[in-house]
């Protein structure tokens, strides 16, 4: 049986905690601006009442930075879409930097010359205070006070001008729609695909398709 994912974002901190600074690798170079920071926080209950176990937070760290930090894969976009994906077109940074110390992952990201990424550059130079904010696929364990994520997959970190994001966006938008693990290894939003296949149904033999795409939909999941 798939497990079913939810899309959940968090950010571990306030604005303040971030630092925006430029480098320069050489004399001849033009100078690259970074943002470094708390990225995501483990063994504490969030301004989202959900809490990460440290040791799931540190396996998909070391499978993120593998994968996807050193390889120079780690992109995020400009605000929090509602996808499980990472659209290139909307790409703003570059995690290059990874690291735990303690329950807190700090992270250091390169501003890309993408056209977001020259909307941020723009932000900062006209004193507009941005962050990091995570992005990942997971199952939720509710208890009474917060609930646990588990089964964690870390899609991307986001840039976001406010990291403190309406509780109700989150709840109503994000973690409404639902992600499986398809055989090819991808992931599937399940909603989206059964609700693509009935606006597709026939005139003809209705009752019949519907039925047989909905025992296919109980089927997934």
Request: some cysteine; charged content about 30%; overall charge negative.
């Amino acid at each position: 049986m798939s497990v079913k994912l939810n899309l959940v974002c968090e950010n571990p901190g306030i604005i303040d905690q971030f630092e925006v600074f430029e480098e320069q690798t050489n004399k001849d170079s033009a100078k690259s601006l970074f943002i470094k920071g708390p990225y995501m926080m483990a063994e504490g209950v969030n301004r989202n009442k959900r809490f990460y176990p440290r040791e799931e937070l540190e396996r998909e760290i070391a499978s993120y930075n593998e994968n996807f930090v050193k390889p120079g894969r780690a992109m995020g976009e400009l605000n929090h879409p509602s996808s499980a994906d990472v659209d290139l077109e909307r790409a703003c940074h570059m995690v290059t930097e990874l690291t735990q110390d303690g329950n807190v992952f700090y992270g250091k990201s390169k501003v890309l010359t993408t056209p977001c990424g020259q909307i941020v550059r723009s932000l900062v130079n006209d004193g507009v205070k941005v962050g990091m904010s995570s992005r990942a696929l997971g199952t939720l364990e509710e208890s009474s006070e917060y609930n646990t994520v588990r089964n964690m997959k870390l899609v991307a970190i986001d840039c976001v001008a406010d990291p403190s994001y309406p509780k109700a966006f989150v709840n109503g938008i994000l973690e409404s729609k639902q992600w499986v693990l398809a055989e090819d290894g991808k992931y599937e939003e399940i909603y989206d695909q059964f609700e693509k296949s009935v606006s597709k149904l026939p005139r003809k033999e209705v009752e019949k398709y519907l039925l047989e795409r909905i025992m296919s939909f109980i089927n997934k999941i």
